[in-house]
C-alpha cells in the first residue's frame, strides 16, 4: 500500500524560506514521477512541480527560480525547496506520486506566508 508522508509546512516572513518533504512508502525500490500541488482558498488546485523518472523537472511560471523539486531515491523521498516566499503562495500543498495504475496523495501540509 502506497502512502504519503509531507512535512515541514510553517509559517513564514515574506522572503523567507521553507524546505518540504514527501516521504513515499509501500514502493519498494522504483522510481515514479513525483511532485507537488497547491491549493489555495477558494482556488484551484495548481501543479507547482514534477520530476520525472529520470529527474527531468518543470515548474509552474509562478514558482520558476524560486523553488526548486528534487529527490532521494535511497530514501524515497522528494523535496520542495520554497525560497524568495510570497504571501501568494500561502496553500496547502500536496504531494503525489504517480504509478502506471494510479495516482497517490499525500494528506497536505499547510504553508502561510504573512509577516
Known amino acids: 500500500q502506497v502512502q504519503l508522508v509531507e512535512s515541514g509546512g510553517g509559517l513564514v516572513q515574506p522572503g523567507g524560506s521553507l524546505r518540504l518533504s514527501c516521504a513515499a512508502s509501500?514502493?519498494?525500490?522504483?522510481?515514479?514521477?513525483m511532485g507537488w500541488y497547491r491549493q489555495a482558498p477558494g482556488k484551484l488546485r495548481e501543479l507547482v512541480a514534477h520530476?520525472?523518472?529520470?529527474?527531468?523537472?518543470n515548474y509552474a511560471d509562478s514558482v520558476k527560480g524560486r523553488f526548486t523539486i528534487s529527490r532521494d531515491n535511497a530514501k524515497n523521498t522528494v523535496y520542495l525547496q520554497m525560497n524568495s516566499l510570497k504571501p501568494e503562495d500561502t496553500a496547502v500543498y500536496y504531494c503525489?506520486?504517480?504509478?502506471?495504475?494510479?495516482?497517490?496523495w499525500g494528506q497536505g501540509t499547510q504553508v502561510t506566508v504573512s509577516s
Open positions: 503525489y506520486l504517480v504509478k502506471p495504475d494510479a495516482v497517490y
Open positions: 509501500g514502493i519498494g525500490f522504483n522510481i515514479y514521477p
Open positions: 520530476m520525472t523518472q529520470s529527474g527531468y523537472t
